[in-house]
């Protein structure tokens, strides 16, 4: 179990960028210290034997996944509407429009 | 007007006392008065109920469908084509699904009228229903204390009768628990019971839609509707559905129920031990059975759900980047500004599972955290599937406290959790389980909570019902 007190605000602040989450630095303070006092109160689970527990259940408890269904096409949701609801779109081309990313 | 049970409402309807438009007119006006003072509701649904309404007043043959004329509220996490549906979060603050949900499709079909969506914790992440960026929800019992959570705007719209019947989601005790601190009845069904096409996933190991009633007749009579197979929902299960409705009859007598005293002992109020030891007493007098359980690793369960839940979290949000739907930060130059500053509008408790949930998902830290999380969960199934060899069902508290007040455990993230203490289990478990309203302390409701074996919803409606009738808690309403 790697030692929970290495937790800084070095290591938010990268967990924060492979997140893509913007913080301001008020909040890094602040989750550097929550996140630290979470991840101890989580670490209790290394007190659980489990070197001879049963096998990982598929999902959870009794659920039987459906059986797969055949791979067949059916309506789907409209592009027209879809690109509606899009903050930014060519709808002419059919297309979501993000900033450039070539030759950033 | 008070509203009246579902039950009633459909018999009303279906005997012509009263109309849907009737009982629609009726709910939107007290809503619509009463909007501001428990912030239950994000957004009233005026012309898709007044539309349903029309619909049902048109068609006589409606009449006869077992949810005809009940209004209902949806918790704002499940989407409606057409009205708003945020998930209490500013990045979904004015998304409008170009689908329903399979559930609200099933409730319109047997009559239902959606009449609003309900407050709650953004993302369903926590347990007051404070984390929303529409405002904290109030409880009806002291509008200084929290509701519960997440769907406390469902639990609020029971509890002050506005409507029979609320959907809400489940995944750590997000129907149970606020059911319990409203005073209202709720239901986790078994994972796989009832479809998730249309519920914005969060923990998609664990997440199932729930119920809350005012009586365990009516959430009975809902689950009847929205349970079985949907093709368009992989995990949702082709298991036969039972008559729910038949099974609230069943009575107390020879009822086995564990009791884990082990596990519940400690850190309970003294008012909810009183509650809790005088329901079982109910029971025993009604004839049941008590008898002692052992679940060794449900200590566990609330570590063992947070490594859970914020490694799936994590994964499920990183949908929300601002380019198909939803907010976009405005401004940025780059992809990974874009990203960045748009997801930088997730409130605090979003954030911390996000980061938590990349950390723990970490090379060199998947094996120490989710994987074992996977295995205790594993023990805490294999402890329920023993305890049901020799019990019909397990009685605990729903909740360790009841109401606390709005704010206090906000600073403190580790206590927030701590109140899914007796609830989170059952969710890591798959397993079904319900809260009723079982009495008072200092005045605040109580919830008891009962959980059965996978699929055995039939025997949590016969104890809860049989528990009901025995006490009539559920017949009690905070004046509004």
């Given at each position: 179990m790697p030692s929970v007190a290495a937790f800084t605000t070095d290591e938010v602040r990268r967990l924060a960028h492979l997140a893509r989450l913007e913080l301001s630095s008020a909040e890094l303070e602040l989750f550097t210290r929550q996140l630290q006092d979470i991840l101890a109160f989580a670490?209790?689970?290394?007190?659980?034997?489990?070197?001879?527990?049963?096998a990982i259940p598929?999902?959870?408890?009794?659920a039987r996944p459906g059986s797969l269904r055949e791979d067949t096409v059916h309506p789907c949701l409209d592009r027209a509407e879809v690109l509606a609801l899009a903050?930014?779109?060519d709808r002419a081309a059919g297309l979501f429009k993000v900033p450039r990313v070539l030759n950033e | 007007m008070m509203t009246r049970s579902a039950v009633e409402i459909r018999g009303d309807v279906a005997a012509g006392r009263t109309s849907p438009s009737a009982v629609c007119a009726a709910t939107l006006e007290r809503l619509d008065r009463q909007?501001?003072?428990?912030?239950?509701?994000?957004?009233?649904a005026h012309d898709r109920a007044r539309a349903k309404a029309r619909e049902l007043d048109r068609d006589?043959?409606?009449?006869?469908?077992?949810?005809?004329?009940v209004p209902v509220a949806i918790k704002d996490n499940i989407c409606t084509r057409g009205v708003r549906t945020t998930a209490a979060s500013r990045v979904l603050e004015h998304h409008v699904p170009l689908y329903d949900a399979t559930v609200v499709e099933r409730l319109e079909a047997a009559g239902a009228m959606i009449v609003g969506k309900t407050n709650c914790d953004e993302f369903a992440?926590?347990?007051?229903?404070?984390?929303s960026a529409f405002g904290p929800v109030r409880n009806p019992?002291?509008?200084?204390?929290t509701a519960g959570g997440s769907s406390g705007g469902s639990a609020v719209a029971v509890a002050t009768r506005l409507v029979p019947i609320a959907l809400g989601s489940e995944t750590g005790g997000s129907v149970r628990q606020p059911a319990a601190l409203c005073g209202v009845v709720g239901l986790k069904p078994t994972?796989?019971?009832?479809?998730?096409?249309?519920?914005?996933?969060?923990v998609s190991s664990i997440d199932q839609v729930g119920v809350f009633g005012a009586t365990v007749a009516d959430v009975a009579a809902c689950l009847q509707v929205i349970a079985g197979r949907d093709p368009?929902?992989?995990?949702?299960?082709d298991v036969p559905v039972d008559d729910y409705i038949a099974a609230i009859?069943?009575?107390?007598?020879g009822l086995r129920v564990g009791v884990p005293n082990a596990w519940v002992g400690?850190?309970?109020?003294p008012g909810v031990r009183q509650a809790f030891t005088d329901s079982l007493d109910v029971l025993r007098g009604a004839g049941a059975d008590l008898v002692d359980v052992e679940l060794p690793h449900s200590e566990y369960a609330t570590a063992t759900y947070a490594v859970v839940v914020m490694a799936e979290a994590s994964s499920n949000l990183?949908?929300?980047?601002?380019?198909?739907?939803g907010a976009r930060a405005p401004h940025a130059d780059t992809v990974d500004a874009l990203y960045s500053r748009t997801r930088a509008l997730f409130g605090d408790e979003v954030k911390r599972r996000i980061m938590l949930g990349t950390y723990v998902l970490s090379a060199g830290y998947y094996d120490a955290y989710y994987l074992k999380a996977q295995k205790v969960r594993a023990l805490i199934r294999q402890d329920f599937e023993r305890a049901f060899e020799r019990v019909d069902v397990i009685a605990t508290?729903?909740?360790?406290?009841t109401a606390f007040r709005l704010g206090e455990r906000l600073e403190d993230p580790v206590q927030m959790y701590l109140a899914d203490a007796f609830t989170a289990s059952a969710n890591l478990g798959g397993i079904p389980a319900i809260s009723v309203p079982c009495g008072f302390a200092a005045g605040l409701p109580v919830g008891l909570q009962f959980m059965a074996r996978a699929w055995a919803e039939p025997v949590l409606f016969r104890t809860a019902a049989a528990y009901e009738r025995l006490t009539?808690?559920?017949?009690h309403a905070p004046s509004v």
């Open positions: 670490q209790q689970i290394n007190a659980v034997d489990t070197s001879s527990g049963p598929f999902i959870a408890g009794e903050p930014e779109a | 909007a501001g003072r428990f912030n239950a509701f994000i957004t009233v006589p043959a409606l009449a006869g469908r077992p949810l005809a004329g992440m926590g347990s007051s229903s404070e984390h019992w002291d509008t200084g204390r994972y796989g019971r009832v479809s998730r096409y249309g519920l914005i996933a969060f368009r929902e992989a995990t949702s299960a009859e069943g009575g107390a007598q400690a850190g309970l109020e990183s949908r929300f980047d601002g380019v198909r739907y508290p729903t909740s360790p406290t009539a808690w559920t017949t």
